[in-house]
């Protein structure tokens, strides 16, 4: 069930930023007086699974969940429909208009999808806030697995700022090392501020690590509940409790617990737990598996002061505008990193499977609303790659015609049309076969 509601939130998500991508070209098409032949969501070889004619446009719903397209008449695009060039332009056609009207046509997709990040932005500004945990507020330290180990980190470190730039929110420190290539972090490490230096090399193994649970926040291991045959509820433990220790040895927090408990699969132990002002001990066995059946609180709002934010319309205006801004600036620094020889952050690059696996198992509106208008945005910047059959590649032929008031043959736009499709599909390929990949490497 989990898979059917990524993949739903996937399709609808994909549905709505094309529908307003290809909708950008066909409102700045309509406005200069072109005609628009075919308004479609999904892609129709062969066949479609819906169509209607309005007008003189043929709107309707693909199979191949592709992407989507406009068919402007008098224009090359991946219809590779050649019949009509070879008839005399006509005053409606795409061919026809001055260049700075195409321009501005082949421009309204991508114009549309950052005005629709800017509106998704106001709109959850103005219903939900922002909300954050500040990283003066972890003050109970970081947990860090091996690769956060490597770094020069240790449990228990508050990450103090990186560069010697502070850190405002503690969520966008992986964020910041790996855009922002930081060259050192700044620790609070037993009273005592430390400075660590990032080693040379060290992005490129944070980009394939993945997962930003290189570093953690760390908690005390307060009971929240219990799981079905718990040994530790047999034993007496209770909704409340503090554990504390662990036989002879301190466990403070949940991770130091977590850790240690591991040593003691098949054994009878002895936990120590605060409860309200008493401090008990209690023999409990640890199963096989070596978990007693506790489900520690993890609610960060529980441990943490927050940072929240509430914004009325106007002040969700401005708001929205400077978050889709920052927006464009993270995912420009991750496009420049897919070119580092050193970083080889490409073979990290995923397809269908790695988009749909960021929407979370259930479906959650504002975690929904977030991936849309970062897709919005990833969608926009990529069309805006100077390669053949993107809206890029138009744009560089139309900058190109400005310049050298020249305009390029039909002929050449059919072969460039041609060499930026087999780009794509070859693109199209790798970044799905890199996930094929990853799912038999599992």
């Given at each position: 069930m989990e898979i059917v509601i990524k993949i739903l939130q996937f399709i609808l998500s994909l549905s709505i930023l094309?529908?307003?991508?290809e909708f950008g070209h066909f409102l700045a098409a309509k406005i200069f007086k072109t005609r628009v032949d075919k308004f479609y969501l999904f892609f129709n070889p062969w066949f479609s699974i819906f169509k209607f004619k309005y007008g003189e446009t043929e709107y309707g719903i693909g199979w191949l969940p592709l992407g989507g397209y406009v068919k402007i008449a008098g224009m090359i695009d991946e219809s590779m429909d050649k019949e009509q060039l070879k008839k005399p332009p006509q005053p409606w056609e795409f061919r026809s208009k001055p260049t700075w009207q195409r321009l501005i046509i082949m421009l309204g997709g991508v114009t549309m999808n950052i005005f629709l990040a800017i509106f998704i932005y106001i709109m959850m500004m103005f219903t939900?806030?922002?909300e954050y945990l500040p990283a003066e507020s972890v003050k109970y330290g970081i947990v860090v697995d091996s690769v956060g180990a490597e770094l020069g980190l240790l449990n228990g470190d508050i990450i103090l700022s990186l560069d010697n730039e502070k850190v405002e929110n503690f969520n966008k420190i992986p964020e910041i090392l790996i855009l922002d290539e930081a060259k050192t972090i700044q620790v609070l490490r037993n009273g005592q501020k430390v400075d660590l230096n990032v080693p040379n090399g060290f992005l490129a193994k944070l980009i394939k690590h993945k997962s930003p649970d290189f570093i953690s926040i760390r908690f005390p291991f307060e009971v929240d509940k219990f799981i079905k045959n718990s040994t530790a509820k047999q034993a007496g433990m209770q909704k409340g409790d503090k554990i504390i220790g662990l036989n002879n040895i301190q466990t403070e927090y949940f991770n130091e617990f977590k850790t240690e408990i591991q040593k003691h699969k098949n054994e009878e132990v002895i936990v120590k737990v605060v409860r309200g002002n008493d401090s008990i001990a209690l023999n409990i066995k640890v199963p096989e598996e070596g978990l007693?059946?506790?489900v520690p609180i993890t609610n960060i709002a529980y441990y943490f002061d927050l940072q929240e934010k509430k914004y009325n319309l106007i002040q969700?205006?401005?708001a929205g505008i400077?978050?889709?801004?920052?927006?464009?600036?993270?995912?420009?620094?991750?496009?420049?990193?897919?070119?580092?020889p050193e970083i080889k952050a490409y073979e990290s690059i995923g397809g269908f499977i790695?988009?749909?696996?960021?929407?979370?198992?259930?479906?959650?509106w504002q975690s929904f609303w977030t991936l849309t208008a970062f897709l919005s945005?990833?969608?926009?910047?990529?069309n805006l790659l100077p390669i053949p059959a993107l809206d890029g590649g138009h744009v560089m032929f139309l900058f190109y015609e400005i310049i050298t008031r020249r305009k390029p043959s039909d002929k050449f736009m059919e072969?460039?049309?041609?060499?930026?499709?087999?780009?794509?599909?070859?693109?199209l390929i790798f970044a799905n076969g890199n996930d094929i990949i990853r799912l038999f490497n599992k």
């Open positions: 094309i529908i307003v991508h939900w806030g922002e007693i059946g506790v969700a205006v401005p400077s978050r889709t801004y920052y927006g464009i600036g993270s995912y420009l620094k991750q496009l420049r990193l897919l070119f580092s790695t988009i749909g696996s960021i929407f979370p198992a259930r479906w959650h945005i990833m969608l926009a910047i990529l072969y460039a049309q041609i060499t930026g499709m087999i780009i794509l599909f070859a693109l």
